[in-house]
């Protein structure tokens, strides 16, 4: 799509953006800023009432609480968990970053892995010591008293029968996801009656937890009482949520969490916008398009130029940094996607919502063979024509030159 003009307005955008960001301030600088563009004082008007820590937010006439990292200082963490023993149970991407930074922040934290697993390596490399403050599963849940459940979803079903048992009354249990004691009927997570159990689901991968933590910022997370047998459930998974690395956490259920994030994950974010990539770069192709061009107008300018202006300042910013014919056509077009489209998000949210997409994550995570073929799908994935014809233009990128 890149005209002469568009290039030109998108460099304007880019400027622009390159700007600070409401983003990366808070609300107060940002109420506080004098001369801000038109399209940043959306942002600051849904802002109702601050006090520290906890705030309302109109998110587009819904008003909700907003639970942030300045409710929990340090001192307050570390005096709120003072008796308790944080027992992180497996240490994939989650368990990798949230440990981490639990453990930066001062708390007693331990890992619980199979020992000679994979996970144990890395643990060891992240400077968790045998004996320690690394254990194997049972002898972690056994001295922990907050039991932070990071297993795979399927090994969490799996594991269960073992597990549940070693629940006694007096801990909590913590998962990162809903999917098991949401979709107990599939997953055998039928939680014991007498313990707290709640939830803290970051909005990205582990690795992103832990970045974000380094660089003092937070990644936004979701949280939810399951079961609140000790009526303090609610603030645990509060000061949990800014122990393990949360600047910003928003209140959900865990059927809420659940459905909204293997709904997000088929669509939009994953599978959805794989498919639609797909959809155009053939139809380019079977138009005699080059590889080159093809991929250039489907992926490269949506992931290097145009996706981060909506990520910056919204859809709105990322129209008014194109062409006027760009925009013309973009906006009659995404009406009659979103109309052909809404059907197949319904069927998804009911896939999602009936169970059926986890069954078949449980069918094929129950698989002996999953790994091998994961990975075999993945190298059909790299060796389809739109994804070679990618990797050889990032090479041309100055970085990778
Ligand atoms: N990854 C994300 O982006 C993300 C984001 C938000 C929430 N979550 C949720 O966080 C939780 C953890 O996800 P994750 O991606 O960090 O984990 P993961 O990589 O899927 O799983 C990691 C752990 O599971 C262990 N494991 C697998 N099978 C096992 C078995 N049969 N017995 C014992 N341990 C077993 C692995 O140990 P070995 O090395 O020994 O195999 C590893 O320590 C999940 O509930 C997930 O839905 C993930």
Known sequence: MASARSSR???????????????QRTFISAVNSASRPAVKQAAVSSFVQQARGVKTVDFAGDKEKVYE??????????????NDTLALIGYGSQGHGQ???????????????????????????????????????????????????????????????HIKPMLTKGKTLYFSHGFSPVFKAQTGVEVPKDIDVILVAPKGSGR?????????????SSFAVFQDVTGKADEKAQALG????????????????VHSDLYGERGCLMGGIHGMFLAQYEVLRENGHSPSEAF????????????PLIGQNGMDYMYAACSTTARRGAIDWSKKFKDTLKPVFEEL???????????????????????????????????????????????????NA
């Open 9 to 23: 307005a998108l460099r304007l955008a880019l400027r622009q953006a390159s700007a600070p960001r409401v983003q």
């Open 69 to 82: 990292r300045d409710d929990w200082p340090r001192d307050k963490l570390l005096e709120y968990f003072k």
């Open 99 to 161: 440990g981490l930074n639990l453990r930066d922040n001062g708390l007693n934290v331990i890992v619980g892995v199979r020992k000679n697993g994979a996970s144990w390596k890395e643990a060891e490399q992240d400077g968790w010591v045998a004996g320690t403050n690394l254990f194997d599963i049972d002898e972690a849940i056994g001295k922990g008293t907050i039991i932070m459940n990071l297993l795979s979803d399927a090994a969490q079903s799996e594991t269960w029968p």
């Open 208 to 220: 992103t937890v832990r970045t974000l933590f380094r660089e003092g910022r937070g990644i936004n």
């Open 242 to 257: 800014v122990a393990i690395g949360s600047g910003y956490l928003y209140k959900t259920t865990f059927e809420k969490e």
């Open 296 to 307: 250039n107008e489907t992926v490269e300018e949506a992931t290097q130029s145009l996706y």
């Open 349 to 399: 949210y009911d896939s999602v919502k009936t169970g059926k997409e986890t069954q078949r994550t449980m069918e094929y995570a129950g698989r002996k063979d999953y790994r091998e073929a994961f990975e075999k799908e993945m190298e059909e994935i790299r060796e389809m024509e739109i994804w070679r014809a990618g990797k050889a233009v990032r090479s041309l990128r100055p970085e």
